[in-house]
């Protein structure tokens, strides 16, 4: 799924801050943003589908330093990037760049994270976010139903349980 035509995906990228930058300008959220990077543990499989299918990819996020699910996702696909050596991970803004978030909405929001998975030629691939599917649909069923603090632990819980792990299946089959 491509939403991105006419974005120019390699002026973006020269844009972009590597996310070893973006995560030392990080005021939001700092410790679950180090901590998650710090503990994710990169599965066997995902490192062999990486190698299998990603090298030379570039994975382009949309993203703010406050988001929670962003928080609890985008370090684990860096980790991911990290150990492969082959895909590179760069960061945008969202509030900075409403010209490409508006590409890219969920149910007319924009809710991030966006990870838009480019070739080495960085041609659109696809795009994922802002939540794995499970814990979207999830969110989409409960939220209004719980009081906001519960939903938001509920969230928190899923994403510990998982450890990144759907959505690091999710992004890499976009490589197929």
């Known amino acids: 799924m491509t939403a991105g035509g006419g974005l ?3 002026g973006l990228w020269q844009e ?3 996310y070893d ?3 030392a300008e990080v005021q939001d959220l700092r410790g ?3 901590g998650i990077y710090k ?3 990169i599965p066997e499989w995902a490192l062999e589908r990486a190698r299998a299918r990603g090298q030379g990819a570039h994975f382009l996020v949309i993203s703010e330093d406050w988001c929670w699910d962003a928080a609890n996702t985008v370090p684990v696909l860096a980790k991911l990037c990290a150990q492969d050596g082959g895909m590179e991970l760069r960061m945008i803004h969202r509030d900075e760049h409403p010209e490409v978030m508006d590409q890219y909405l969920t149910n007319g929001s924009r809710a ?10 960085f041609r659109e691939l696809g795009h994922w976010g802002p939540r794995p599917d499970e814990l979207q649909a999830w969110a989409g069923a409960n939220k209004g139903k719980m009081e906001k603090g519960e939903f938001y632990v509920e969230m928190r819980r899923w994403h510990v349980k998982d450890g990144g792990h759907s959505m690091l ?3 890499l089959a976009i490589l197929q």
Not at 112 to 121: H, K, N, Q, T
Request: charged letters at 25%.
């Open 112 to 121: 991030i994270p966006i990870v838009i998975v480019l070739d080495a030629e």
């Open 32 to 34: 679950l943003w180090e």
């Open 16 to 18: 972009a801050i590597p």
């Open 21 to 23: 930058g973006f995560a």
């Open 8 to 10: 120019d995906f390699p």
């Open 39 to 41: 503990k994710a543990t």
């Open 169 to 171: 299946r999710e992004v």
